[in-house]
């Protein structure tokens, strides 16, 4: 027969500790939260990982967006600042039917048609990198 290991009872500084990483967990999710709501500019369509336009989201539009074969497959409607996928030849309709974006990093995506349209912040930069 074996002794019975004796019970061990967590101690104020268990907790202590415990509570110091469940806190420092809570910081470093709070810091990595999307808070930077910042209005886009503009959205940027690509086709096939192709840049093929872009388009300011202040200015209501209508967008065609055509396949690798030249095709209407997509449109994308720009109205009050916002982008939304209205149309699409894809059996699924997940992008017709995801919000509308507005906001810098916002996505709409059609994976059948290879279509992405991300928000930006307008205006384009002529610089590609900073190094230091």
């Not at 009872?9 to 939260?33: P, R, S």
């Not at 209005?39 to 388009?55: D, K, L, P, Q």
């Not at 409607?77 to 810098?104: F, L, N, S, W």
């Amino acid at each position: 027969m074996s002794e019975a290991e004796p019970r061990k009872h967590l101690k104020k500084q268990d907790f202590l500790l415990i509570g110091i990483l469940l806190g420092g967990i809570a910081v470093l999710f709070l810091l990595q939260a999307p808070w930077d709501k910042t209005a886009g500019g503009a959205a940027v369509i690509t086709v096939n990982g192709v840049e093929t336009g872009v388009y300011p989201l202040d200015k209501d539009a209508v967008i065609p967006i055509q396949n690798a074969a030249g095709e209407v497959s997509n449109i994308l409607t720009i109205k009050d600042g916002a982008a939304k996928m209205t149309e699409a030849d894809c059996p699924d309709q997940y992008c017709v039917h995801q919000k509308k974006i507005r906001h810098k990093g916002e996505t709409i995506v059609c994976l059948p048609n290879q279509v992405v349209v991300t928000v930006t912040g307008g205006t384009a930069s002529e610089v590609d990198a900073v190094v230091r």
